[in-house]
Structures are given as C-alpha cells and as structure tokens.
C-alpha cells in the first residue's frame, strides 16, 4: 500500500524543483542593474513613510482561529462520512449531536459580531 | 505502452526502471498541464476580448504567421524570463524566493493523484481526496508569505486579505466534500467517479446540487479570481501581494494560479459531473455505441466547461467588496452545507431516494 505513495513524493519533489529551476532561469537570464531607487518598496511613487510591518485588523486573526476550529470539524467528519454506512443510525446520531453542538458556538460567534466585517 | 516501456528500459537496474518509469509519467502529465497553462491564459484573454468585443492577441504566430496569436504565450513567457528580478532592499530575501515556489509546488503535485480514466492515473492511492485537499490548502503559505517577505504595504494588505479569504472558503469547500465522500462511501477519486456511472441522473451534481454550486463557487473564491479577487485588486492595492515581483518570479504565481483553476475545474468535473463517464450512458436511443462509452475527452471536455466559467465570470462579474466575501462565506455558504449535510444524511439513512444516495 505504501509503495503507492512513491510517485506522489517524486511529484512533490519534481513539482517544487519545477518552481526552482524557473527561478533560477531568471536569474540566470535577466539582467542585474540595482539602484537604491528600484530596490525601494512600491508605495505610488512616495517615498514609504513607515515600515510595513504594521498593525492590522484583529479579525484577521479571528478568522484564523475560527478556520481551525471548523477545519478540524471537517478532519472528523472526513472519516465518518465514508464509513457512514457501515455505522448506521448510531453514527449518524452521533454526528448530528456533534453538530448540533458546533452549530450553538456558530451562532454564538454570529450573534457575538465575529463575523461582521463593516 | 507500459510494456514497451519495461522493455526498453531492461538494461536497468530494477528499482532504477521503476524510477524511469515514474519519471516518464510524470513528464507525460506535467508537459500537457504546462501548455494547458500557458494557453489557458491565451484563452482568458481572447475570450474576454471577444466578450468585449475586442479581438485580443492576434499579433505573435509562428514563422511569419500570425495564426490568430496562438504564439501570445511563448513570446509572455519567454520576455518574462529574461526580465530582471528586483529584490526589494527592505525585502526577506530567503523568503522572497521562497515564496513563488511555494506556490507553484502544491499547484503541479496535486496532480498526481488526479485520475484521468479507470486505469489512467499516476499514484492510485486510497486518500486521494484528502491528499488533494491539504495540497490545495499549502497554496496560501506562498501568498503569506510573499505579502510578508516583500515588505511592501499593498503586498502586505494582499496577503492580510487573501489569507482570511482562502481559509474562509476551504470550509465551505471541505463540507462540500464531506457530502461527496458521504454520496460515494470512498475517498479515492476512482472510486467516486465510479460511483456515479448510471447516467447524468446519477451524477453528484443532482443529488448534491447546492454542494456542487457551493464547491465550484468557493475554487473560484480559493484562486482568487474574479470576481473574489480583492487579493489583487488592481484598482485598490495594485496588485496585492506580488506587486513587488518582477520577472520570473511574478511568471511563477502566475502560473500557480492558472494550475490550481485548471486542478479546480478538474476535481469539480470528477466529483460532480461524472468524470471521464459518457454523458449519454443508460440513454436508450444511444445503447452501447462508442457515444456511451467512458473516455478521457469526456472528462476534458467538462472540466473545459468549467474553465471556461472561470473566464466568464471575469467578464460578467464587478468585484465583490470584501465584507460581501466574507459573509457569502460564513454566512452564507457554511450554515447551507451544514444543513445539506443533514439532508444527505438522513436520505442515506432512510435508505436513498429514486437512483440515489444508495
């Protein structure tokens, strides 16, 4: 079984090797003539006032967290749903319990302004 | 054509043919992905063209012909090549490169469990869909970390927003699939495409219609493209998070991007619309002939419908404003899977309905 998984890690390789050696073809046939202006970030032709390492919204990182937690949600339904048959009514009333309970911190977060963006 | 191969390649060592062989299947699926990339962007711009009544490229042939522009992209990649490369001095210069590949990496291996007939496929291996799946999600490291590393403001804000929106979508995106593996009982694409044959009643896209809208709707959100695409945004930051890569390396993004459409318009074709299956099977007027039978053109030919949907889009569609995003995401898209979820469920339960959902 796992010997199936050769190609797919020769692909990997071959698929970030690809991305390599077209970098290193640029390099390779462009042309290096730096100034201080070209190498300067793009800020509309100002000079950049500030770092851009700046703050940002915090619900960027409230999208991040609740991305995990729904993501994990899909891990575990992943295996449920392809075995579904074999498990019958109690896995499905499992699952929709586990739901339910997912759906109440949903409703939560919605009813919280989580996911209001104005 | 394997044996032929075998025979060729006896003067190796045994686990060096296995290598060769590997190698040269990979080559005979990356090298026609290369060109579908390559004149997929020829396609965008021409058919948008023409949606404008534009003409688009038509200059570039070959040999003195025009040939209605068919050598746009040779001539884009190649002048692409051969542009410098600046590297922003305020710039990780590690992660600055690093990124492109990044991107580009995930885009072309996600292909190698991707079927292309029953017994056309590189590595059959039995989680295939979830290998797909974790692949696709690896993309948003590359734009992170670009829109990071460049140290620029727009690329930054790119990232910010791209990054929210990718992880937003891939939810809705999952559950979709969760009701896919639910209708199939597998997670190997074979096996899902298998489990539609019947006829176009059969195929996923009936049963699962809002699943199937939902999936397609969130690859288009999951590209970034138009009109999801405020992580470019030219006429707000520019161009997002590779506005400050020049030459090759934009060339690479770029490349990522029109891969993981065509990978989109694919895994759309093989879950939801029958694969390489006929789409005139279990029609009694056709019978057994050649028309009933399943085929690669098939399956290229739907996975073409949706690309082509990906263009038009672009046409048709002003862009969304980013709040409209992420509350057609969250709002919008995760409580309708969920619920269809159930729907599925309880169907499969009581024992399917009609044709379906045995």
């Excluded at chain 1, 390099?27 to 500030?50: M, T, V």
């Excluded at chain 2, 990356?30 to 948008?48: G, N, S, W």
């Amino acid at each position: 079984m796992l010997e199936n998984y050769l190609p797919v890690l020769i692909f990997l390789v071959i698929g970030f090797g690809f991305g390599a050696f077209m970098m290193a073809l640029g390099f390779i046939l462009g042309p290096r003539r730096p100034d201080s202006e070209k190498l300067s970030p793009y800020e509309c032709g100002f000079e950049a006032f500030e770092d851009s390492r700046m703050k940002f919204d915090v619900r960027f990182y409230l999208v991040a967290i609740l991305f995990i937690i729904f993501d994990l949600e899909i891990a575990f339904l992943f295996p449920w749903a392809v075995v579904l048959r074999e498990i019958g009514m109690f896995g499905f009333v499992a699952m929709v319990i586990f739901l339910a309970l997912l759906v109440v911190g949903f409703i939560y977060e919605w009813k919280k302004g989580a996911l209001q963006w104005e | 054509m394997i044996e032929l191969l075998q025979s060729l390649l006896q003067w190796l060592p045994e686990s060096l043919q296995v290598l060769a062989i590997i190698l040269i299947k990979i080559v005979v699926i990356l090298a026609p992905l290369l060109v579908a990339v390559a004149y997929l962007t020829y396609a965008e711009r021409k058919i948008i063209g023409y949606m404008q009544i534009r003409i688009g490229p038509n200059r570039v042939g070959f040999f003195g012909h025009s040939l209605w522009g068919l050598g746009q992209p040779i001539a884009d990649a190649v002048k692409l090549m051969f542009k410098e490369i600046v590297i922003p001095s305020g710039a990780d210069k590690f992660l600055f490169i690093v990124a492109p590949m990044l991107s580009m990496g995930p885009a072309l291996a996600a292909w190698a469990v991707i079927p292309f007939g029953d017994e056309l496929i590189l590595a059959d291996v039995n989680a295939s869909l979830l290998y797909v799946l974790a692949l696709t999600s690896l993309g948003v490291y590359g734009v992170i970390i670009a829109g990071w590393a460049s140290n620029s403001k727009y690329a930054f804000l790119g990232a910010m927003r791209s990054a929210a929106q990718i992880v937003s979508y891939e939810i809705a995106m999952g559950f979709a699939l969760v009701g896919v593996l639910m209708a199939a009982g597998s997670i190997n694409l074979g096996e899902i495409v298998q489990a539609q044959s019947g006829g176009f009643w059969t195929w996923f896209m009936v049963p699962l219609a809002p699943l199937f809208v939902i999936y397609f709707i969130s690859g288009v959100a999951e590209t970034n493209r138009a009109p999801f695409d405020v992580a470019e945004g030219e006429s707000e930051i520019v161009a997002g998070f590779h506005v400050e890569y020049s030459g090759i390396t934009f060339a690479v993004f770029f490349l990522a991007e029109y891969a993981n459409m065509i990978l989109v318009a694919m895994l759309t074709a093989l879950m939801f619309m029958g694969g390489w299956l006929s789409p005139f099977q279990g029609l009694p007027v056709v019978g057994d002939t050649f028309l009933a039978a399943p085929s690669l053109i098939w399956l290229l030919a739907k996975a073409s419908i949706f690309l082509f949907l990906f263009l038009w889009f672009r046409a048709t569609f002003p862009r969304y404003r980013y709040d409209q995003i992420m509350r057609l995401g969250w709002k919008v898209f995760i409580p309708l899977t969920i619920v269809w979820l159930m729907v599925v469920g309880a169907v499969i339960m009581a024992g399917g309905i009609g044709p379906w959902l045995h």
